[in-house]
């Protein structure tokens, strides 16, 4: 019998058994590399899978002292009824992981993470700037046991400067950005912005991770990533620095609007579909909404054409380009009286097809039945061991050589422990007990 660190028994030994069925599947591109992962909550996490996705070894480090939020609830879809391994976020967020359990303040974890990265080749957390330091496992530690290993943290405001301790998560990261007072409708307040913003600073976060890997195979040399989440996000507006650079004002909220371009904006339709397009005819009636935006004079010849609105195009306020944009709000009324009597899916497609680029802005149920999306594989089917069935989404990126892929669902917590410890730092039976026995693992 094997008994597992979360007080478990396991009569079948399944912590190895799912260790070895993870180690002999990975293919991706980073098939081969180790990394230590001490993130927790989403944003880290996820940055982390990106790299378990690609193929890499991740070991990401918890503890029953002080256990990821993510296991218990989640700041998007609040609490659930289950226990820490049939979390849905956590569950989401940490495939193709490993997990082992480690009490970071006993002497002995400390140890078994010095050990892990004399084997690894990289390690990533997401916590404020100086934790890690003291606890002794920050990157001036881990580089005394291996030279060449590659760190990256990832904090709300970076390591360094005035504001190094701030505490975040995706609204905070959004608002210090400045791209939550860009978001909204002009005349109301900043719209606060929550899981997107984590996904976007944890893919920076993986990004930047590739990038010392690739520095650490031209040179042999490892290197300290110091990641702000906040800066992340803010790279993504970088025309408002310019326009504060050339103007000295700041730009103001647009909603759905452009700078230049009229019209540019999303329009209610009557529905999303048009009812033959469903078996239940109550789903066809749901209402629909279309973005269009006409960039040229072209573009705008050719929306008028197809939706019907020739006389338009010769009304003064909106003969030019310049002219349309000074009268969007006049403009507005008139297209959406056109595009409520519409669906959304059908109209969008007529009018890319006359040029004028359209899309309608679908439900997640569409896209997930979409013929696209089945063609591209669809959703991958996993089955954790302690939840139902789950369709996950799969890496957005096709490798014709070195497939992206999840080989695993997220672990159960410390499922792995007994394999990272006996099978890849080759720990005896005795000092995996003992460690045990001192509260090292738990």
């Known amino acids: 019998m094997t008994t597992t660190t979360n007080g478990q ?175 909204g409708e002009p005349e109301e307040p900043p719209v606060m912005m929550g899981g997107s913003i984590d996904l976007r600073a944890g893919t920076a976060a993986a990004m930047a991770m590739l990038a010392g890997f690739h520095y650490r195979e031209r040179t042999g040399r490892g290197q300290f990533i110091d990641a702000s989440s906040s800066e992340a996000i803010g790279m993504h507006i970088a025309e408002e620095f310019l326009h504060v650079d050339l103007l000295g004002s700041d730009g103001d909220r647009l909603g759905n609007g452009h700078r230049a371009y009229a019209p540019h904006d999303v329009f209610r339709c009557a529905s999303m579909r048009a009812p033959e397009a469903y078996s239940d005819d109550r789903k066809g009636a749901r209402s629909g909404w279309i973005a269009i935006a006409c960039r040229s004079d072209r573009e705008w010849s050719s929306l008028c054409e197809s939706s019907g609105l020739d006389h338009l195009r010769d009304d003064p306020r909106f003969r030019t380009g310049l002219r349309r944009w000074k009268h969007r709000d006049e403009l507005k009324p008139m297209i959406e009286a056109w595009t409520s009597e519409q669906s959304a899916v059908e109209t969008a497609a007529t009018l890319r097809a006359a040029g004028v680029p359209a899309a309608a802005s679908v439900w997640g149920s569409d896209i997930h039945h979409s013929e696209n999306f089945q063609a591209r594989g669809g959703a991958v089917r996993i089955r954790p061991p302690e939840t139902a069935l789950r369709h996950v989404l799969p890496p957005p990126w096709k490798l014709s050589e070195t497939p992206a892929e999840i080989v695993s669902p997220a672990p159960r917590l410390g499922e792995d422990t007994d394999y990272v410890l006996s099978r890849m730092l080759g720990y005896d039976q005795d000092k995996i007990d003992a460690l045990a026995r001192d509260g090292a693992l738990e």
Do not use: C
Request: net charge positive; proline share 4%; no cysteine.
């Open 9 to 183: 028994s396991d009569q079948n030994g399944h912590n190895g058994h799912q260790g070895l069925l993870r180690a002999a599947t990975r293919s991706g591109p980073l098939s081969g590399k180790r990394i230590i992962d001490f993130t927790w909550a989403w944003a880290g996490p996820y940055g982390a899978m990106q790299l378990a996705l690609l193929g890499a070894e991740l070991i990401k480090i918890e503890s029953v002292t002080r256990i990821d939020h993510s296991r218990q609830r989640s700041l998007a879809m609040g609490s659930f009824k289950g226990g820490v391994n049939q979390a849905p976020m956590f569950n989401e967020v940490n495939l193709n992981k490993y997990s082992i359990q480690l009490n970071l303040k006993m002497d002995g974890a400390k140890q078994v993470i010095r050990d892990l990265a004399r084997t690894a080749d990289g390690a990533i957390d997401n916590f404020r700037p100086g934790i890690l330091e003291k606890l002794g496992l920050g990157y001036d530690d881990l580089r005394k046991e291996n030279p060449d290993i590659v760190m990256l943290s990832a904090s709300a405001l970076g390591a360094t400067g005035p504001e190094r301790n701030y505490t975040g998560y995706a609204p905070t990261f959004a608002a210090m950005s400045g791209l939550s007072y860009l978001t």
